[in-house]
């Protein structure tokens, strides 16, 4: 087992090595660079070019690829010209309110999940299988932005039964308003994300709990005189979830890709939202720094990913 | 040798035919898949043939006297934006612009997608892994953000730019699909007796495999083209897609981002919503529908 | 009697790779140094456990497989690379039939189509003489003109078979290997097939490589057998030599696993059963080395050759100096 999680970390490495390149490269082409935006026309042209030689600007690519890698390890993103801070307090706290909005949107997308897809596959063909099959095809292949427009405009302002925009309401005061405000002002954005993204998990859980069904050991099971009740949870229920876990590394991460045009929507300030925000202001450093985070956390995910289902799967360890 | 070309082509199309029958039958069967596909072609049609007929100054005079104005008002059958401009017209434009663009990236994707699908699986080995390395590597980069940091890295782009970017990373989906149909095709006997029969290998995945796998072909086109409309649409709204005097139907959803808007005056952007939700759901039951007669065939065979 | 195919120490080897950089450490010998050859218009059957390597053979054979060492050698030419082959048009002379009829049929072409496509490769005739062909074959192979434009799941296993066998006879082969041609058919409908493949053998010459399973179906078909067990020959001889006279213990045992339908003899059976599954314990040195593999083939008379020591063979109280001698320089390893 270790030899397998070893060997899979270290095809990690080349991975991130790719990624940070192709970042690298992205980050030369955009233009303009950190001194661009801090002086006026004013600033005399020589002062210019002596502090981009001194940052560094002047040099072969390698060099300043190298020193930017050497900074990343460093804990040293760089500074924010728009916003005049370093990257890395800036991301700081917007990582956490996107981790909280995605976990509690993975939460719901798995208690909306789970019991959807058992009633569809214990009842296969009834009409509440085909509603729910119907439902998860649909939700799932439209786009999701406009889905968040509706639930923003229905529950936000129509309704006015959540707030629209922000991650804590300015007037909460002391820990627990605090905490009460944070969690109001995500219920409509997880709730927004859950109820249309169970797809995945719904079909994965439906399929193998139906192939499931009709397998030898179940067979078996029942001809032991096991009862129904307990077949399906000891033995349907229980096999049926691997492959669920498995894909648990991926949905993780799906939190942060989907999380750009979430936040957008619902003015929610997470990483996603930073993004746009500094695509608009051309905040590269920011922009490349939420990049990097967010690909070496997919490349994390997808590692977890496969650890899990060797971990969960015997036959692949054994390969 | 022409001769023998036209039994083949004739031949072909009475595959082609046998395919069309069972789709008919399924939409004869299933009355929203058939709703929706009279929804599709009437969208499409009336949008590309209505916009020839939209004058080009009709957005360029700005009437201030008719700005913001509430549907069904001095002629405007859905109001009037806030620069005067007559949304029905706009949403009609738009359309137009945001299916000008998912079309082209729709056949893009699918053409590198069976293609390299049917190359990997049947060739396997080397080229099979290094593309697999490949599309392992674009799936782990955090695609729509590097997309949205092209498209400014690009800041002069025309509407085929637009769709070699958005092409950029959605291809491989389509491929990973394409490869595991043909690995498991691949498996037949009928393969080895082509190749004893003297069949190339182009003329064996061409000629022999693809054909098996038409029918899911078209039901996966049909879902890849919702999926587009949703990806060009959703770039459009985070306002990276086309310049703003090419609307897309992203764009008018746009607006819905200033809150006097979005419940003040729905009619700007609730339309335009409404025609991408109504877009992609009417693929998704036609794609449905088709790879049930997929399904169903490949059952059959 | 002239040699159409000749093998020459065939071996066909598959990488194991296993540990942490995923090296090649051990191979599967899936043939392991096999000789024989195949005569004008005759059958060389080709019995074995499935796993034993036979299917392995047949697709190297037609060129679907390619051999780790040896050679294949067809009417003298050496056919053993895959370009050599396609100088030759190869295929054209060697084809195959299949075992599963459903698979190796393109579901999505008409018989026309399926039939055609030999034809259209290696032949270049003309529309006429295609469609003039082509229906000459279904009539060979006894399937009515109008399922011409049929597809193959519209036909009945056997019917399916024939078609494949339609494809395999178009362009006049004389060799085709047929990969256990009959054992996904009723039992009924096999001997119709099988009588009806013999018919065609005579019509045309044509040499067949039976691969099979299926004892009574190689012995009602076949006119010399080889016996291959793990990869490697065990046993090689005329049709009687095998049958009546087998020498290897693995021979014996499939042939005392076959069921008797006289239930006269039951008991004297079940004795001869037991005797030698007891043989095949007490005396497996004799005939698997200390790998478990079986030994190099040995000469007992011209016709038949079996797997085993020096002694064994002495035992059995044949090989000549010189026949000995032959069947070590052959035999290889």
Known sequence: MWKLILRRFLIMIPQLILMTILLFALAKMMPG?????RFSAHTDIHTLLRLRREAGLDDPWPTQYFRWINNIFHGNLGNSFVLQKPVATLLGQRIQNTVWLGLLSLGLVYTIGIPTAVASATHEGSF???FWTTYNSITGGIPAFVIYIFMLFLFGFTLNWFPTTGSVSIDANGFWPVLGSRFYHLILPALSVALFSTVSLFNTLRTSLLDARSADYVRTARAKG???????????????MLPVASTFGFDLVGIFSGAVILETVFGYPGMGRLFVQSITTRDYTTMNAIMLFSGTLTLIGSMLNDIIMSWVDPRIRIK | MAKAKKIEQSESQAHAHSFLKAAVREFKRDKIAMISFFFLVIVVFGVFIGSMFIPRDAFSNVDIMDTNLAPFTNGHILGTDDGGRDEFLLVVIAARNSLSISIPVTIVIMAVGIFLGLMSAYYGGFFDWIWMRITDYLSIVPTLMILLTLLTIINNYSIWTLVWVISLFSWIGSMRFFRALTFAERENDYVKASKLSGSSSLAIMWKQIFPNLSSQFYAQTALAFAGNIGLETGISYLGYGLPYTTPSLGTLVNKATDPEVMTQSPWMWLPASFLILALSVSLIFIGQALRRVADQRQSLA | MTELLRIEDLKVHYPIRTGFWNR???????????????NEGETYGLVGESGSGKTTIGSVIVGLEKATAGKVIYKGQDVTKASSRRKIHYNRDVQMIFQDSMSSLNPRKTVYQIIAEPLHNFEHLD????DKRIKQLLDIVGLPQRTLYQYPFQFSGGQRQRIGIARAVATNPKLIVADEPVSALDLSVQAQVLNFMKDIQKEFNISYLFISHDLGVVRHMTKNIAIMHLGRFVEIGTRDDVFDDPQHIYTKRLLAAIPEMDVTNREQNK????????????HHADYYDASG??????KLTDTHSVAMTREEAEAAGVASGKAEADALAKGGE
């Open chain 1, 33 to 37: 660079d950190p001194f661009t935006g």
């Open chain 1, 128 to 130: 509440r299988d085909r």
């Open chain 1, 226 to 240: 096991v009862s129904n009740k307990r077949v399906f949870w000891r033995h349907i229920f229980r096999n049926s």
């Open chain 3, 24 to 38: 090649i450490t051990d191979y599967v010998y899936a043939v392991d140094g096999v000789n024989f050859s195949i």
């Open chain 3, 127 to 130: 529309n006429n003489a295609m």
């Open chain 3, 271 to 282: 004795a001869h059963r037991l005797a030698i599954e007891k043989q095949y314990q007490d």
């Open chain 3, 293 to 298: 593999r079986p030994y190099p083939m040995r």
